[in-house]
């Protein structure tokens, strides 16, 4: 059965840091890409915010939250998990984040997000 869950999530304050992770079963992970839905927003796409490619791991972060976010993976230790590591949180970066099998990474590209996964919530407030 293939499945792709995104976990981690929760309630932290503004400044704090979380880290969600992404794990794949049932199939192997190559590029992966991290999506915020915000609050109010779930009628509309989600919004990609950091993504690694399959091979070198290079990782692309938005504006956005460049210098904050940053997608990472460990291919010695685990071939199916990809962090993404969140830092000085801030209200708006609340929502459901979802992990997302896609075909590229970078900027002016279209990642093109063909297999989601379960998302996690996560909620940014004193």
């Known amino acids: 059965q293939v499945s792709l869950v995104a976990s981690g999530g929760g309630l932290v304050q503004p400044g704090g840091s979380l880290t969600l992770s992404c794990t794949a079963s049932g199939l192997t992970l190559g590029f992966v890409g991290w999506f915020h839905h915000a609050p109010g927003k779930y009628n509309e796409e989600p919004e990609g915010?950091?993504?690694?490619?399959?091979?070198?791991?290079?990782?692309?972060?938005v504006d956005s939250v460049k210098g904050r976010f940053t997608s990472s993976k460990n291919h010695a230790e685990n071939k199916n998990t990809v962090w993404l590591q969140m830092n000085n949180l801030k209200p708006e970066d609340t929502g459901v984040y979802y992990c997302?099998?896609?075909?590229?990474?970078?900027?002016?590209?279209?990642?093109?997000?063909?297999?989601w996964g379960k998302g996690t919530q996560v909620t940014v407030s004193p």
């Open positions: 997302a099998a896609i075909l590229r990474c970078g900027s002016d590209v279209d990642w093109h997000p063909h297999y």
């Open positions: 915010v950091s993504c690694i490619s399959g091979s070198d791991s290079t990782s692309h972060s």
